[in-house]
């Protein structure tokens, strides 16, 4: 699952360009840079502001 964020991270980080640093690859430039529960929380709010998850959490509201 932590892939997964990490490349959600990726997809939607523009700035600063992490695959410009060095690291074997972007991937393990996340996992670097930040802490498991960072990685969690940004892949959340990216998903958020692409338009998943909206669904889900009102949903979960609604119980």
């Known amino acids: 699952m ?3 964020e990490v490349h959600i991270i990726l997809a939607g980080v523009i700035e600063p360009n992490l695959t ?3 690291a074997a690859t ?3 430039m996340v ?3 930040l802490l498991p529960g960072e990685i969690i929380d940004i892949s959340r ?3 958020r502001l ?3 998850r909206t669904d889900t ?3 979960i509201k609604k119980k």
Do not use: L, N
């Open 2 to 4: 932590e892939d997964m």
């Open 20 to 22: 410009k640093y060095k």
């Open 26 to 28: 972007p991937a393990e």
């Open 31 to 33: 996992k670097k840079m």
């Open 45 to 47: 709010a990216i998903e």
């Open 50 to 52: 692409s338009g998943y």
């Open 57 to 59: 959490i009102e949903e």
